[in-house]
């Protein structure tokens, strides 16, 4: 594979990504996934991307971020920039510019930026399970409650899905589940967010 890099059009915190690696993807059939090199050392930044990318895992002690892109799992070192469930090289180009453009943003903006340095806590499924009616309806697409609280502990759908939830019989788990939810960093409707 003859590597690819990725510039900035003009002088910038990081400037060029360029991709060392592609290999198929091993989550979906047909699709790829890659390893990139940064050509600046991003770990000073990582605090301020964590206040700034929604959904981000941060763990300090090992300087690294993950994250969900749409459907793709996106990992962040240091130097190293990864990603899996990625479409084609395309795919993969229009990802690295838009991480070169967050990361310069970042940077340029990190004097009105407070940095983060928690790390966000990702739910159990059966943590989101015990707050769900359990009614297993299928009203969300997935054949059980149990399937669906996976589902939400990825971030692979959103809790507004379960009508049930919403139905007026079950406001107290609703209510604990979307606070859960908002308090572990997840997407939450600004109608039920805790303030």
């Known amino acids: 594979m003859q590597n690819r890099i990725f510039g900035a059009s003009q002088m ?7 991709i060392v690696s592609v290999l198929p993807c091993i989550a979906i059939a047909g699709r790829i996934r890659f390893i990139a090199e940064l050509d600046t050392d991003i770990s000073e930044i990582m605090p301020y991307l964590n206040t700034v990318i929604e959904g981000a895992i941060y763990n300090h002690d090992g300087c690294n971020i993950t994250l969900k892109k749409e459907d793709k799992l996106v990992g962040i070192h240091g130097r190293e920039f990864s990603a899996g469930k990625v479409i084609d090289l395309k795919d993969a180009d229009n990802l ?3 991480f070169r453009d967050l990361v310069n943003h970042t ?5 009105v930026i407070t940095p983060s340095f928690e790390r966000r806590k990702r739910l159990a499924v059966l943590d989101v399970y015990k707050l769900l009616p359990a009614t297993n309806c299928k009203k969300c697409g997935e054949l ?23 139905s007026g019989r079950f406001n107290d788990k609703r209510d604990i589940l979307l606070k859960t939810l908002q308090l572990c960093g997840y997407s939450v409707p600004a109608a039920f967010s805790v303030k």
């Open 144 to 166: 059980t409650c149990l399937a669906f609280a996976a589902k939400i502990a990825s971030e692979d759908k959103n809790v507004m899905s379960c009508s049930d939830l919403f």
């Open 12 to 18: 910038a915190f990081l400037n060029e990504i360029k």
């Open 96 to 98: 690295i510019n838009w």
């Open 107 to 111: 940077y340029s903006n990190k004097e």
